[in-house]
């Protein structure tokens, strides 16, 4: 569904000013929020990463000042049959899977308000992994 608020190509031939403008409206977009995510190597047989994502905030109240209400996150359906929804602000809304390959997660945050922002990560692991107990300590 594209559009000109999202539509990169836009970008192809943008000046470094443009791009610049682009870049701030990209934060009110997202009401500064991004996906992020952690790995280390799996604990589980046939699987390669242990996986942690999360919203975070690139300010500091950026979170609370949001109001998320619920996160929805799509994996595909070697995952899920449909999104996982977290509700659970205090860890950052975070989903923790297993995993044998990289996979692209988008994410549906619904802000108290009735909007919606989507996120998108791809969720790879590739860089060095996080120590065990770093952002994965819940992981069972």
Do not use: M
Not at 42 to 56: E, F, T
Not at 66 to 75: D, G, H, N, P, Q
Not at 98 to 104: F, I
């Amino acid at each position: 569904l594209p559009s000109e608020e999202n539509d990169t190509s836009l970008l192809k031939n943008a000046s470094a000013k443009e791009v610049e403008q682009y870049r701030k409206r990209r934060y009110l977009r997202t009401h500064d929020l991004f996906l992020v995510h952690v790995w280390r190597p799996s604990q589980s047989p046939g699987q390669v990463a242990d996986i942690s994502l999360r919203l975070r905030g690139h300010t500091e109240h950026a979170l609370e000042d949001a109001r998320v209400k619920s996160v929805e996150y799509f994996l595909g359906p070697k995952f899920s049959d449909g999104p996982v929804t977290k509700t659970d602000s205090s860890n950052g809304f975070r989903l923790n899977i297993e995993a044998w390959g990289p996979v692209l997660c988008v994410a549906r945050v619904n802000l108290e308000s009735g909007e919606v922002v989507v996120l998108e990560r791809y969720a790879d692991f590739d860089g060095e992994a996080k120590p065990s107990g770093h952002e994965l300590i819940e992981l069972g």
